[in-house]
């Protein structure tokens, strides 16, 4: 289970077009560590799609395609189904490496899915994920988000998944092949992720969506408390010298009126200023050499667009070195990744 069991609704292009903006920094290299492509209702986001935002006025050079069940063998063994999406993101990398859809390098690297529940099995099963990708293979994401209160929508239904003695020996495999693990958490797991970290200081670990604070529901009226739970548990994590943090995916509550009320998409003054504290945080807790600005589009596209959430991005950095700068925007995620050093 993944982003596609927390999307819903369709992207309004129409609507998304009513705020549009002056690209800041449009010379600032960018690499994408988190993307998708799906078939979706309502949703369309295939190479087509994405080849449009990528050429939306930013300078990005490559991006990650991010795990999202797309493109699942029907038929096989269960564990081996994800190859299929794994040979459709390879084939959508080759089409972007040909240049023909412009300069950027879609799907330069991916993070795949492998169920870390086949335990010490995960090896065999990650060797043809490699094999199938043409070596663009580079991360497993498995996402084990969960929390107590029935008002929130749990990716996995059990709590500390993470601690479980097969997903240990999967992420042992992971660990062994140099393979990079994304958890997609909610931010009560944050040290459960750093239990993770201690056990395998060899892996390198990546926490999706600044940890995914959980803002609404139970903790609607508990906005501070949340936040000064998740400072601390960052703080903890960070001590993990294998921990790096993507930046992107926050909720942002709006102030004027709705999309059905005749309001505008969020512009990139909304993001930065509800992601501030938040960024501020990781920032401070991680040093900009283990954070990574991610789209997560086309999941944030129900709210802006791809050019006007870079321009937030900009804005959260607008503080930042030059070389603090160069590693949130790719250094960072290039490294993580393993893109091609000529590519950024």
């Not at 290299?29 to 979706?40: M, N, Q, S």
Request: charged share 20%; with cysteine; hydrophobic share 45%.
């Amino acid at each position: 289970m993944a982003e596609r069991d927390h999307f819903s609704g369709s992207v309004d292009e129409a609507w998304l077009a009513r705020h549009v903006e002056e690209i800041l920094e449009p010379d600032l290299p960018i690499v994408d560590p988190h993307h998708h492509l799906w078939l979706r209702p309502g949703n369309v986001y295939m190479l087509p799609e994405l080849v449009a935002d990528l050429a939306s006025g930013h300078a990005v050079k490559a991006t990650v395609f991010e795990e999202c069940h797309s493109m699942y063998r029907i038929d096989g063994p269960v564990e081996l189904r994800s190859l299929g999406e794994t040979e459709f993101v390879t084939g959508v990398a080759a089409m972007s490496a040909s240049g023909a859809f412009g300069p950027a390098r879609a799907c330069a690297s991916m993070v795949g899915n492998i169920d870390l529940m086949l335990g010490g099995d995960v090896a065999r099963v990650l060797d043809l994920h490699i094999a199938a990708s043409g070596g663009r293979f580079s991360a497993v994401r498995y996402s084990t988000a969960w929390h107590p209160s029935e008002a929130v929508p749990n990716v996995v239904p059990v709590a500390h998944r993470l601690a479980d003695p097969l997903v240990r020996q999967g992420l042992a495999c992971l660990d062994r092949r140099g393979i990079a693990f994304d958890a997609w958490v909610f931010h009560n797991q944050i040290d459960e992720v750093g239990d993770v970290a201690a056990a395998f200081p060899g892996l390198t670990i990546v926490l999706c969506h600044f940890g995914s604070p959980v803002l609404g529901g139970p903790n609607a009226k508990r906005q501070d408390e949340v936040f000064q739970a998740w400072r601390e548990s960052m703080r903890r994590l960070s001590t993990h010298k294998n921990v790096r943090v993507k930046l992107g995916a926050l909720p942002v509550r709006r102030t004027g009126p709705s999309k059905e009320a005749g309001g505008l998409p969020l512009s990139s003054t909304d993001i930065a200023t509800a992601w501030r504290a938040w960024f501020d945080a990781c920032l401070e807790l991680f040093g900009a050499e283990r954070c990574m600005f991610e789209s997560n589009f086309p999941v944030q596209k129900r709210w802006s667009s791809y050019p006007v959430f870079w321009n937030a991005c900009k804005r959260l950095a607008s503080g930042a070195s030059r070389d603090e700068k160069a590693a949130l925007f790719a250094k960072t995620a290039a490294r993580t990744y393993k893109i091609p050093a000529g590519l950024v």
